[in-house]
């Protein structure tokens, strides 16, 4: 069963933009903190940008200041707003949903190229 549905990756240029979304349930949004995730090839998987059910932010140091990360309640979804990207950003993206005490839910993952 796929509780978490990602979409937006694609192939970007260096300095391009793109947006991610992820779409879940309404049970699962609110009572969850939404993050983005990424791994690059032969990397580990790195937090890129999380965001509580309050609102409140935090995002890797480099990522800052270009990713922005959001959540709608009306469509039960979170997004990245991803731009200057380059090719450091390459990698798998994946969406998560977590709450202390409960298993952290993962997506599939959608791949972000930045290459010209």
């Known amino acids: 069963q796929v509780q978490l549905v990602e979409s937006g990756g694609g192939l970007v240029q260096p300095g391009g933009s793109l947006r991610l979304s992820c779409a879940t349930s309404g049970p699962i949004f609110r009572s969850r903190t939404m993050g983005w995730y990424r791994q690059a090839p032969g990397k580990r998987r790195e937090m890129v940008a999380t965001?509580?059910?309050?609102?409140?932010?935090n995002y890797a140091d480099s990522v800052n200041g270009r990713f922005i990360i959001s959540r709608d309640y009306a469509k039960n979804t979170v997004y990245l707003q991803m731009n200057s990207l380059n090719s450091d950003d390459t990698a798998v993206y994946y969406c998560?949903?977590?709450?202390?005490?409960?298993?952290?839910?993962w997506g599939q993952g959608t791949q972000v190229t930045v290459s010209s």
């Open positions: 965001i509580t059910t309050d609102g409140a932010t």
């Open positions: 998560n949903a977590d709450r202390r005490y409960y298993s952290s839910i």
